[in-house]
């Protein structure tokens, strides 16, 4: 861009990526946006190229840390940074032509890295224990919504026992599968960008994807035996070996959930289905847990039957 005026795309995208990285810091509702930081930033290093794609990043960083400072909310705009570094691990995998498999890999293990080292800096500056702290904010939060219940004068007193019951149960669950909750937060933010950024440039430029077709994303074989394993691990009379393994259950359940989703995804193309009812599917799937459970259950059945008959990547860790 030296030498020549901005247009207005260029100026367009760094709006949008500043935006991206600004909204989070000032909404805490709108905190979820977060997820999607790496989207917009690894569609532009793609189709831009990486030499502009990185001055567009640059000044909407700039642009977003300023705005963060002048409202006082530079811890939070630190959070939103943390999520940068996957969109730049994405494109460099892609100019790598790495698998998609690797790809992920290693960003969510980057990711969920990125978070320990900025929570543990966070607390040796407040001089706070950051792990201790989120747990309080959420048995808070817990503790919270059930005094809403309790104070309905609608609510039955059997109806209220049991949700009483199931709060308690949460809330002691929640300390023992903290460690799977970050985990998988971590995938799941790495495995929804890897595929609306596949879906975004193939849209844009096919030739610029090198990967596999969505439909055929799989996960390693050996993967299986850490499941099994674990699902062992949870018989034995040991309560830290149990929490490890239930933590490494939940963890391998939501793999194997998204590739039941790959599955899924694999018999709608062969079966033509309209792209309006496929998405009533996905729906109705991610917002019941049976739905959850029965795409793992297929993403684990895929390993030994081949449920979409096709072998793709597996063993190029």
Known sequence: MTGKAPTLGYLLKIILVAAVLFVPVISGELGWIRTFIPLPIFFILVTR????????????????????????????????????????????????????????????????????????????????????????????SLASTYSMYEESSDMAPETLAQIEIAFTRVRYLIPVIFPAIVIITALFTVWINLLLGDMLIKRKDAGLITWLPYSQWRLPDQL????????????????LVSKIC???????????????????????????????????????????????????????VDVWFDLRKSKSETNDL
């Open 246 to 300: 239930l933590n490494s259950v939940l963890v391998c359940t939501t793999l194997y959930f998204f590739q039941g989703m790959v599955v899924l995804s694999s018999l709608f193309n062969r079966w033509s289905i309209p792209w309006a009812f496929r998405l009533f599917v996905y729906t109705l799937i991610l917002i019941q847990a049976y739905g959850i459970l029965f795409l793992a259950i297929a993403g684990l």
């Open 224 to 239: 299986v035996w850490i499941i099994v394993l674990s699902g062992a691990g949870l018989l034995l009379p040991l309560p």
């Open 49 to 140: 190229g990486e030499s502009e794609g990185k001055s567009i990043l640059t000044k909407s960083m700039i642009a977003a840390g300023l705005a963060s400072m002048l409202t006082g909310s530079l811890f939070s705009f630190i959070m939103s940074l943390t999520f940068v570094p996957i969109g730049y691990m994405f494109s460099r995998a892609l100019q790598n032509r790495e698998s998609v498999l690797r790809t992920g890999t290693y960003a969510a293990l980057t990711l969920t890295a990125i978070w320990v080292v900025v929570s543990t800096l966070y607390g040796m500056i407040e001089h706070v224990h950051p792990y201790r702290q989120i747990l309080e904010v959420l048995d808070t």
